[in-house]
């Protein structure tokens, strides 16, 4: 996919990684940007052509509204998402459950009311932005890992079925990126503009699947070893021996 002319419709638009997919999908052309946040009169990119849309993932009329508003769509980015740092074991249930809600049920929710449009303007293209924490977890990681996990098969899952209809389905994985949601991270982050970059590039190439940085290369090359050396090797990096 080229982004020129592309019709997009960005989740999470409001900040971070999400608003340089706003970004950077102007800068290559694109006629036409649907921006989605809970709150869209926050949104402001000083650009007739973006449109501000509101879009909560843990709401099925907003985003079945939102799917309604933007019937032209060709490039669906899911990019919305939390972290609570909730631990799986001592957390709260209520913050764990909200985690896979957002990650997991919200994008499938984003996905299959988008599906139609998608076939019906030739197939288009979806990006789910996923994690390095989709293949491990970390301390204060248990609840956010385990939905990206989740969320990551399912973009495998539904590559196959909608491959049908001609859609394309990209999944992305990244380490850390300097935006609000990694603020009280002191390990090394990306510059959240390398995010859009690297999945529109590889887009143009036909990449399933795109590992923005060294440290999710790392993380997926470790997949095939002992999880036990993998594990040493994370708690040597994070400083917990």
Known sequence: MNITNQIALVTGANRGIGREFVLELLERGAAKVY???RRPETLDFGDDRVVPIRLDLLDHESVAAAAAAAPDVTLLVNNAGISTGASLVTGELSEIRREMDTHFWGTLDVIREFAPALASNGGGAIVNVLSALSWFAAPGSGSYAAAKAAEWNMTNGVRLELAHQGTFVQGVLLGAADTDITAGYDGPKIDPR???RSSFDGLATGAIE???DDWTAMVKASL?????AFYEQV???????
Do not use: F, K
Not at 224 to 228: F, Q, R, S, T, Y
Not at 235 to 241: I, P, Q, R, Y
């Open 224 to 228: 095939a070893g002992d999880p036990a």
């Open 194 to 196: 390398d995010v859009p």
């Open 210 to 212: 795109v590992v923005v």
């Open 35 to 37: 921006a989605t946040a």
């Open 235 to 241: 708690a040597h990096l994070l400083g917990a021996n």
